[in-house]
């Protein structure tokens, strides 16, 4: 019998068997998808409206019990731990497209819709929804990480695709951010508030997103280059010239004999580009010459083109087996995933420095990035029973992060902080700023009940 | 001798002749370009710094002395109206632009500098800073109240263009909410809580500004309709197509009339479309015929093109025009300004309903807007000594706003909600929001010093 056995009775009172405390159900529910340990919820809530949403929220408020609001669990920063035990409230089961407007060119959606399923929902009105983190995650908890993904340097994060959003606030109460107006100057944003908050101020409960129109023309492509230095020069330049890439995306060396192990490819191995040009076919075939040229300049091959829609869905689908390609170099490892994001201006010397640095460590780290955005991963490989060897990949990790945050970046730029990066912020941010968001947490989660011990130093 | 001598006694001991109590200096302060009423501070003080402003309101913190930030007083909704009095700070000489830097598109500015200055100071290096509000407006007051203008179709809103910013909170203390990153998921988006908090939960005091590409070549135009429905539904349509127009704005006939008085220009007396194409040439070719097809086929008659730059200015400047223009059509009368965006789907239904309750009026109402936004104006004219004038032009202006709000809308696409807003916030937003609001504001500003008496009902 824990201290929560009065709030799991009270849940079970009103939704029966959609209450869970089976050991596979909350072990499952106690992590996310990366080397932070486990922390297990005391029980699982399956909720399928907004309504058993604030309704549970108002039991657990009223039993002072912490709540962690789930989705997919593919997060990667520990956001889904129970560092506190309390009620896991899982809304994967609220997969409702509620409406597409495609004259409105935007859609709303329950949280436990993914952007799988709303794409394949979708296509036949020529609209997509461009924001791709790797993982299947779900919109509600894409919306809570501020996600990104291959698309944003063309169509923007999270931040830029809800137009506002309805949530759970800690209290029970329904918070409706916003209508569906494409701009609107009513108030405080609280729709930017609430995506990247990770579940602390409240639960999301329904999306209003945008969606884009698919183009006309798409064309991908790889290119290879005798340097990192070299092909990351070739992104800068291209966003100069002020090419609107769809996707420009970098891989190292290790990176790309990697994803050569587990897809059978056979990129030269050497840092290289995946490369996608959108819009209307006159306009992208003046881009593609503008980019072909920068590349050549800077000592890249021939640009290798996927010509059909099957060759071009094959490219991605390497540049997305990032993470289980990586774990053919250096099977049984664990991964520790970075994510620093700085100024354009500073990208050769941040990816030049971290290079260095893993010459000095024997721990294989590929690094793949989302470089149009000045963001990049190490995926960084060691073996969970060595000590020295989990050391050596924080430190790796921390030294990357400062680094970053030096160079007037930031540690995470689509990953979120979780439990991961929570000793950066001060840094990164200064007192004042952490000092503001405690006093928004304080005012809108008095009992601290929602996602405590996540995002605050 | 008021209850404020105290603080501004404090103020001229640290900063001398740049506090003032001249009536003129305090009238000037007391309003923006609005019909709101005049109300006035009980000085002014003119900072030089992010120092000095920190200083200033840490002195009118320990006097609970209200705060008006001010920049160039363009504001049309009362935000710098001083209804509790108190002290006036302005920061319009503030103009440092502090770094622009092509490589990362990006530049740091004082709140002081206007949009003109910063596009005089970076047209060189073949950069802009596309965001345009109609007034010369400062950038402290442009972020302050989430300014749009007619590029956010393209390029979005201030939501959009600043990367992170600087303030000094209510107790003095100064924020720095993020660092230069393109994206960055560290924490709670302070940045988007200060953009369009009006002042009211600190003074900005630096930004960092996105800034766009030149583009190769821009092409405008203007296009005359039949009706204004054959006008929108070309928008709508040229949306859908997936055409990347950097403006395209609609005017009704009663705008055109006045547009052609003070521009002595001869625009058919109808409804027409402003148009700009920007891009690489080829792709401009194909999107112009693209528009061109849509146009004619709802009536629209031949595109007038600006073919040379001053052409172009020309015709944008004729755009821009639009309030000094529709003075002419009453002379003496005072313009309210209505700022509605809907869902593009409603927005025919809109404008139609709008137009109808015109004709029940005497009041011109000329109508222009950002359409591809979903964004219109009414400037209702109306004789400021005739109370009945004003009732009437106040009815057209909230039944409109009661209008967008039911089509799912806004009553404020760009202009604020300041004082002339506030009595739509709990019906656009719901119970739940303005709550979450007023927690916020209570917890960063528990004196309520910041501009208070704005923004929340």
Chains 1, 2 share one sequence.
Not at 32 to 40: C, F
Not at 335 to 349: A, F, H, K
Not at 445 to 454: F, S
Request: hydrophobic share 40%; net charge negative; proline share 5%.
């Amino acid at each position: 019998m824990t201290k929560r056995a009065p709030t799991i009775e009270a849940l079970t009172a009103l939704f029966g068997d959609r209450i869970s405390t089976a050991a596979a159900i909350r072990d499952q529910h106690g992590h996310g998808e990366s080397w932070h340990p486990t922390a297990l919820p005391d029980a699982v809530f399956f909720a399928l409206s907004e309504d058993e949403v604030a309704r549970a929220v108002r039991i657990c408020a009223d039993h002072a019990t912490p709540i962690v609001p789930f989705g997919a669990g593919t997060s990667v920063e520990g956001q889904v731990q129970a560092v506190n035990g309390g009620i896991s409230i899982d809304v994967s089961r609220m997969k409702r497209i509620i409406a597409v407007r495609a004259e409105d060119m935007d859609c709303t959606v329950e949280p436990g819709v993914t952007r799988v399923e709303l794409n394949d929902y979708i296509r036949d009105l020529g609209l997509f929804f461009p924001v791709d983190p790797a993982g299947e995650a779900t919109f509600g908890g894409m919306a809570s990480t501020r996600a990104s993904g291959t698309n944003a340097v063309r169509y923007g994060t999270m931040k830029d695709m809800v137009l506002s959003l309805r949530a759970v606030l800690p209290d029970g109460s329904v918070l409706r951010t916003g209508q569906r107006a494409k701009k609107s100057s009513a108030g405080y944003d609280l729709t930017r508030l609430m995506i990247g908050a990770e579940g602390t101020l409240g639960i999301i409960t329904e999306l209003n997103l945008k969606l884009a129109g698919i183009p006309q023309q798409v064309s991908a492509a790889t290119c290879s280059f005798p340097d990192l230095r070299s092909a990351v020069r070739t992104v800068v330049e291209t966003l100069q010239c002020g090419v609107a890439m769809s996707r420009i995306e970098v891989a190292d060396e290790v990176q790309v004999k990697a994803f050569n192990l587990y897809n059978k490819t056979s990129f030269p191995e050497q840092p290289m580009l995946f490369l996608e040009f959108a819009g209307n076919p006159k306009g992208v075939a003046a881009e593609i010459e503008i980019v072909h040229d920068l590349a050549l300049g800077n000592g890249g091959g021939d640009f290798q083109w996927a010509n059909t829609e099957e060759e071009r869905r094959a490219l991605w689908r390497a540049r997305y087996s990032a993470v289980a390609s990586n774990k053919m170099l250096k099977p049984g490892a664990m991964g520790m995933s970075t994510d620093v994001c700085v100024p354009i201006s500073r990208l050769v010397e941040c990816i030049e420095a971290t290079k260095q640095d893993l010459l000095r460590s024997s721990l294989p780290a590929p690094l793949v990035g989302h470089v149009g955005d000045g963001n990049f991963h190490l995926y960084i490989l060691f073996d969970p029973n060595d000590p020295a060897e989990m050391r050596e990949a924080e430190r790796i990790s921390e030294e990357l992060a400062e680094r970053a945050i030096a160079m007037e970046g930031t540690c995470t730029g689509e990953h979120g902080i979780g439990l991961g990066k929570r000793k950066f912020m001060n840094r990164e941010l200064g007192n004042p700023a952490i000092a503001a968001m405690r006093a928004i947490k304080a005012a809108l989660d008095p009992q601290n009940i929602m996602n405590p011990g996540k995002m605050l130093p």
